[in-house]
């Protein structure tokens, strides 16, 4: 099982754990995942400026998947939920495709319609499946609990994502989180927005949306939120001590990617998963993991 | 209970402009028309409740009514965060989170823009990505074992080119609301 790894802007900066994490799952699970140099930005930071340079953008990158013939794999929500569209829009719009193929041949590409693109996880659920998935599981996580985060473009829009989930009610993340053998605790606000999308104009605006979640979250008893997603990681984890302090309170909410707790599960120890990036540690799960050191 | 929370304006049907909404649609705000106004929109929006004045259905009403510098002037338009909620919902096909970005495109175009985003132009332009990745990450990387990352902006340096001449004809006003930094930042 081969496709291309499409990184994003952020994860191969600022998340490493993530993206460690989940490349050693993805060995574990004998899925090769193909490294393209040339993959830059999916596009998804030019759309409010421009709809059309956004989706060129996507179109470059789609078109340089399509020279390697496959399919297009990435941890980041908002490059799947952009990349996904553009590929079901050039797909769709013949019109629309000859413009973008009309700029991309100044660059030496062209896009050949029917590409695909995957978050990773989804690619684990729908392409790697549960039995193999299952299989791979060495010692469970038994005892600790999970809140799953599925954020936003991961399921929506629906049609785009071809309703691989319920985008009202999902439930990949929850039976991921119970295959590693820990709980998946619900806390009311799955799916739920972080904010995100805002915090470089609204950054107040975005901290009120993600305390409603860490808020539930805290709530809930859980051992930490397991997220999918850089951008939902930048405002769980990254702003969560700005949200404690610009509107008085006291969370205090361990944020990890799921692969990573996969990865436990699959039998690798915390530092081959890059748990020392973590910013808000749960040391209880570390050390009932950490082997020798 | 339609009592709004105050907005910037008072619509004015004496200045309606007819051909706003199909502007829209070609913006790439498709459905906009099937809207009946039922608000379910409003009613899954997380925005809404936290930002006052904020309201997809009215947004689209007023969109519908002509009400183009209404609509394109107000700093509003710039707080959905495309988490498509509002889409989900909708009994009549309204995409309202594209009519979202077909309005940002239309405000841009008519100099309405955030301060920061140009700046995101340029940084495409030159390293291809939002971070630059230099020798510093790629040390971080080897460490852990991945494999190094490039940033070239070439491609998008072109592909970007007309974009940035628009940006820079339009002079770039001041944003509708000042942008407070951070995003791009830690």
Same mark, same amino acid.
């Given at each position: 099982?081969?496709?291309?790894?499409?990184?994003?802007?952020?994860?191969?900066?600022?998340?490493?754990?993530?993206?460690?994490?989940?490349?050693?799952?993805?060995?574990?699970?004998?899925?090769?995942?193909?490294?393209?140099?040339?993959?830059?930005?999916?596009?998804?930071?030019?759309?409010?400026?421009?709809?059309?340079?956004?989706?060129?953008?996507?179109?470059?990158?789609?078109?340089?998947?399509?020279?390697?013939?496959?399919?297009?794999?990435?941890?980041?929500?908002?490059?799947?939920?952009?990349?996904?569209?553009?590929? =079901?829009?050039?797909? !769709?719009?013949?019109?629309?495709?000859?413009?973008?193929?009309?700029?991309?041949?100044? %660059?030496?590409?062209?896009?050949?319609?029917?590409?695909?693109?995957? =978050?990773?996880?989804?690619?684990?659920?729908?392409?790697?499946?549960?039995?193999?998935?299952?299989?791979?599981?060495?010692?469970?996580?038994?005892?600790?609990?999970?809140?799953? =985060?599925?954020? *936003?473009?991961?399921?929506?829009?629906?049609?785009?994502?071809?309703?691989?989930?319920?985008?009202?009610?999902?439930?990949?993340? =929850?039976?991921?989180?119970?295959?590693?053998?820990?709980?998946?605790?619900?806390? /009311?606000?799955?799916?739920?927005?972080?904010?995100?999308?805002?915090?470089?104009?609204?950054?107040?605006?975005?901290?009120?949306?993600?305390?409603?979640?860490?808020?539930?979250?805290?709530?809930?008893?859980?051992?930490?939120?397991?997220?999918?997603?850089?951008?939902?990681?930048?405002?769980?984890?990254?702003?969560?001590?700005? %949200?404690?302090?610009?509107?008085?309170?006291?969370? !205090?909410?361990? %944020?990890?990617?799921?692969?990573?707790?996969?990865?436990?599960?699959? /039998?690798?120890?915390?530092?081959?998963? /890059?748990?020392?990036?973590? !910013?808000?540690?749960?040391?209880?799960?570390?050390?009932?993991?950490?082997?020798?050191? | 209970?339609?009592?709004?929370?105050?907005?910037?304006?008072?619509?004015?049907?004496?200045?309606?402009?007819?051909?706003?909404?199909?502007?829209?649609?070609?913006?790439?705000?498709?459905?906009?028309?099937?809207?009946?106004?039922?608000?379910?929109?409003?009613?899954?929006?997380?925005?809404?409740?936290?930002?006052?004045?904020?309201?997809?259905?009215?947004?689209?009403?007023?969109?519908?009514?002509?009400?183009?510098?209404?609509?394109?002037?107000?700093?509003?338009?710039?707080?959905?965060?495309?988490?498509?909620?509002?889409?989900?919902? *909708?009994?009549?096909?309204?995409?309202?989170?594209? %009519?979202?970005?077909?309005?940002?495109?239309?405000?841009?175009?008519?100099?309405?823009?955030?301060?920061?985003?140009?700046?995101?132009?340029?940084?495409?332009?030159?390293?291809?990505?939002?971070?630059?990745?230099?020798?510093?990450?790629?040390?971080?990387?080897?460490?852990?074992?991945?494999?190094?990352?490039?940033?070239?902006?070439?491609?998008?340096?072109?592909?970007?080119?007309?974009?940035?001449?628009?940006?820079?004809?339009?002079?770039?006003?001041?944003?509708? !609301?000042?942008?407070?930094?951070?995003?791009?930042?830690?």
């Amino acid at each position: 099982m081969r496709a291309a790894f499409y990184p994003g802007c952020t994860v191969p900066v600022r998340n490493l754990n993530y993206e460690l994490a989940s490349r050693r799952v993805a060995e574990k699970l004998g899925l090769e995942l193909v490294d393209e140099p040339r993959f830059q930005c999916c596009g998804f930071p030019m759309k409010s400026l421009s709809i059309e340079d956004a989706l060129t953008l996507a179109g470059r990158n789609l078109a340089l998947g399509g020279g390697l013939g496959l399919d297009l794999v990435t941890l980041c929500s908002a490059c799947a939920g952009t990349l996904a569209e553009a590929a =079901h829009e050039l797909d !769709r719009n013949e019109e629309l495709r000859e413009r973008v193929n009309q700029r991309l041949k100044g %660059i030496g590409l062209k896009y050949e319609p029917g590409r695909k693109v995957f =978050h990773f996880v989804r690619y684990l659920v729908e392409e790697v499946g549960w039995e193999r998935l299952e299989a791979a599981v060495e010692r469970p996580l038994k005892g600790f609990g999970f809140v799953p =985060h599925y954020g *936003c473009h991961y399921l929506k829009p629906s049609e785009v994502m071809e309703r691989f989930d319920d985008p009202q009610r999902p439930r990949t993340l =929850h039976r991921l989180i119970e295959l590693t053998g820990a709980r998946a605790v619900e806390d /009311g606000r799955a799916p739920g927005c972080c904010g995100g999308g805002l915090l470089g104009s609204e950054e107040e605006l975005a901290n009120l949306l993600s305390a409603d979640r860490l808020l539930a979250a805290e709530r809930a008893g859980a051992d930490g939120l397991a997220l999918i997603c850089p951008f939902c990681n930048v405002m769980l984890e990254g702003q969560q001590k700005k %949200i404690n302090k610009s509107l008085e309170l006291d969370l !205090r909410v361990p %944020i990890f990617f799921l692969p990573q707790l996969l990865g436990l599960a699959m /039998g690798f120890s915390p530092s081959e998963l /890059g748990f020392k990036l973590n !910013r808000i540690k749960n040391k209880e799960l570390v050390e009932a993991f950490e082997d020798g050191t | 209970m339609s009592d709004h929370p105050k907005g910037p304006a008072v619509l004015d049907l004496d200045r309606a402009d007819l051909g706003f909404s199909q502007e829209v649609v070609e913006a790439g705000g498709g459905g906009l028309r099937n809207c009946y106004g039922c608000g379910a929109c409003s009613a899954f929006c997380p925005i809404l409740p936290k930002a006052e004045g904020y309201d997809p259905r009215r947004l689209i009403r007023l969109v519908l009514l002509g009400q183009r510098e209404l609509v394109l002037g107000q700093p509003l338009i710039w707080l959905c965060s495309t988490c498509y909620s509002c889409q989900e919902v *909708c009994p009549q096909q309204v995409s309202f989170t594209e %009519i979202s970005f077909a309005l940002k495109n239309l405000a841009v175009e008519a100099g309405f823009l955030p301060s920061g985003l140009p700046a995101q132009v340029d940084l495409l332009s030159r390293f291809g990505r939002l971070y630059e990745v230099g020798e510093f990450e790629n040390e971080k990387r080897a460490k852990l074992g991945l494999p190094p990352q490039e940033s070239q902006g070439g491609d998008y340096r072109s592909l970007l080119a007309g974009l940035a001449a628009r940006l820079g004809g339009a002079g770039s006003r001041p944003g509708p !609301r000042e942008d407070k930094g951070g995003g791009g930042g830690s």
